[in-house]
């Protein structure tokens, strides 16, 4: 989002193509003219691509740079890089070519305003006047946007440069591993010591790639977080410090920053035996040595969300730690639901559900039997009485506490009552009446229709409560948009979407080809009766009076032998 002193504007994407709209919703540039739109930078220029080009617009869709370039990519310190006939080069916003197309990659201007340059395979390193600064003669090189270093390969050797090109180390390392510094970049030094391989051996260097731990000194060695490295020898774990000094000792069974997907905390888990103890980003304690298990999960804040552990510790009991080594939460309850990016949860405590939120303020009394979490939704399923209803997060009725059982399905609720189900909307009103024996929820790889029973029979019936297929057969199969096969008496048949009779309920068995896999549409059917098969068009129309057993063996046998 971008905002002048008049407007706000705000990118949005349609079906192969991108365009911006004002703050009233209004279109300011349409969709269906850019295949790609950047965002606004900060001197009010948009990238974009059009009829297989690339070029720069503003938000008045003057051209900046013309539409000429094969690819086109971001400023970096002033400099863009393009592809034009295969090769990369540089312009400026003025859209002028500084450095010229000669280049076999696409690179940025970083900390050391230094580019990757590769020519004839070779790489090295650049200025924003084309000048090589590091030699254009290596295998692979390495630059970062925090540290004013970058790094070069040689005969699959390692080494250090200056951002003036001054080699500062001997090609010696066989690896040369960046920390973490933020969500966006990594670094070499400036989160701690670097950590380098050499001949199966781990060391850590210094700012002045002096060995602080020398190779061999640990078995494990990860890179540094926050300024503390976790090790291991002979099994056992530890950390260190920048000084290489322990600052906790070398024997637990196991250490880790904890991990959810490519997300890694700055606390640190502890692992001996069979219990975990949390320690804050400085290596001090925050939980007892008494923790069984912990899970990430998130809040929603006032203005952002925030990240935290739920936490089970030996006696069974649940609290909070904030990703920041906050205690929130005491371990006070049974059970916690995890927020989910929610502001509020349902807890357990002394055999009750409650509403918390969370700090652990009871925002609901502890008075249900049960809750369910609704994913994405602003209300949870509860039971109270041994009937189930619906609450919002403050704990108000939306649904009466009349029901059975209540599932959360398409556009709305499963409920049972009596017995029977039906479904109901958040409103409570009736869109499928409570008078069936099953109606289907989700089904993978099923028709967007429920399939329901009704005194024993099956059909099937829309979202909206409209019945599509009357409830007249023993069985009801749907894998594609043509055909629907249905049962009655043990014999098998097809009828369309309109439930018209294609193929009579007259045969012992009826295949064809899961349009899924084969990608295509169903166009052939497979019938068998008195022990022979033949084929016919989606219309019931006959293709084949007797198809081979091997053909029907080798499109089914994989259904058939099972």
Known sequence: MKTSEFETFERVMGENSWGFVNQNGEAVIPLNKYKFLNPIDEEGMILAQSNGKSGYINIKQDTLIPFIYDDLSVFSHGLAPAKKNDKYGFIDRKGKVVIPFKYEN???????RLARAKLNGKYGFIDQSGNEIVPIQFEKVRSNKIDSLVCAMKDGKWAFFSCSGKQLTEFEYDKITESYFDDRNYTYFERGLCRV??????????KDFKEVVNFGTYDIAEPYRNYLGIVS???????IDTLGNVVLPIKYDFIEHPTEYSNESDLFAIKKGKNIQLLDNRGNPITDFDIKEF????YKGKESYHRYFVLTNSSGMVGTVSDKGIREIPFEYEKIEPFDGKPITFAKRNGKFGLIDHKGEVQYPFEFEEIISVSSDDYFIAKKSDKYGIIDFNGKQIVSFSYEHIDPTYNGFL?????LIGKIDIEENVIIPIEYEEISNWVEYGPDEHFVTKNGKKGLISRDGKIVIPTEYDEISVDNSKLIKVANNGVFGTINWKNEIIHPIQYKQILWEWPYLTNKELDTVYLKRNGKYISTDTKGNILEENVSEKLINEKFGYLLNN
Do not use: R, T
């Not at 020898?233 to 950390?239: D, E, F, L, Q, V």
């Not at 899970?295 to 998130?298: A, I, R």
């Open 106 to 112: 696409e690179s940025h201007f970083y900390k050391c």
């Open 197 to 206: 391989e050499k001949n199966g051996k781990v060391a850590y260097l210094n």
């Open 233 to 239: 020898k002979k099994g056992k774990y530890g950390i």
């Open 295 to 298: 899970e990430w999960d998130s």
């Open 415 to 419: 409920v049972k009552k009596n017995g």
